[in-house]
T-cell receptor
Framework: KNEVEQSPQNLTAQEGEFITINCSYS?????LHWLQQHPGGGIVSLFM???GKKKHGRLIATINIQEKHSSLHITASHPRDSAVYIC???????????????FGQGTILTVHP | NAGVTQTPKFQVLKTGQSMTLQCAQD?????MYWYRQDPGMGLRLIYY???????DKGEVPNGYNVSRLNKREFSLRLESAAPSQTSVYFC??????????????FGPGTRLTVL
């Protein structure tokens, strides 16, 4: 079964701390997405990656294809980073990739001032 | 650009009632998707439309129908609502279903309660 597991489920940090959220998946993928969902519900795409590393401001996403693992890092965390972070993958099916995403359950991040 | 819009934002139905959730995007995307989000379960794909004129079932299609009205609009219909369909529904769109153009853009969601 194609699965996506995130850890931790809940994460509490103090402002300024370095944060890491992990995502593991079960079989080969063609792309991995990191999404952010703020209280109030809106979902925003942060990164889409299939190899290596991407950086945007204080956010860094890495992926290790061989280990089937990705991490999302937040440097110098701030209370406005408090949100649910969701990992989603597009599994390869029969050698052809589809746009269908399989989502992890999300990591609830709370950053205290 | 408004991006992806959904209507309504909130809806309460009685068991057995029907309703249609509307979704529109102004990014000229080819592909559109409907998801539901339930506590502890993550987002699950209900239906998707890879391109105008095509629709396909996702992970949880039972109890739903969809219509890709044109390139901009993709509606989700509940013919006979059940309490198990109480959820938050998200519409999303992407330029393509695969490759580097498959990044998805999400609407604000519709919170549906079925009594």
């Amino acid at each position: 079964k194609n699965e996506v597991e995130q850890s931790p489920q809940n994460l509490t940090a103090q402002e300024g701390e370095f944060i890491t959220i992990n995502c593991s998946y079960s079989v080969g993928i063609s792309a991995l997405h990191w999404l952010q969902q703020h209280p109030g519900g809106g979902i925003v795409s942060l990164f889409m990656l299939s190899s290596g590393k991407k950086k945007h401001g204080r956010l860094i996403a890495t992926i290790n294809i061989q280990e089937k693992h990705s991490s999302l890092h937040i440097t110098a965390s701030h209370p406005r980073d408090s949100a649910v972070y969701i990992c989603a993958v597009r599994f390869e099916t029969g050698g052809t990739s589809y746009g269908k995403l399989t989502f992890g359950q999300g990591t609830i991040l709370t950053v205290h001032p | 650009n408004a991006g992806v819009t959904q209507t309504p934002k909130f809806q309460v139905l009685k068991t057995g009632q029907s309703m249609t959730l509307q979704c529109a995007q102004d990014m000229n995307h080819n592909s559109m998707y409907w998801y539901r989000q339930d506590p502890g379960m993550g987002l699950r794909l209900i239906y998707y439309s890879a391109s105008e004129g095509t629709t396909d079932k996702g992970e949880v299609p039972n109890g739903y129908n969809v219509s890709r009205l044109n390139k901009r609009e993709f509606s989700l219909r509940l013919e006979s609502a059940a309490p198990s369909q109480t959820s938050v529904y998200f519409c999303a769109s992407s330029e393509a279903v695969s490759g580097r153009l498959c990044e998805q853009f999400f609407g604000p969601g519709t919170r549906l309660t079925v009594l």
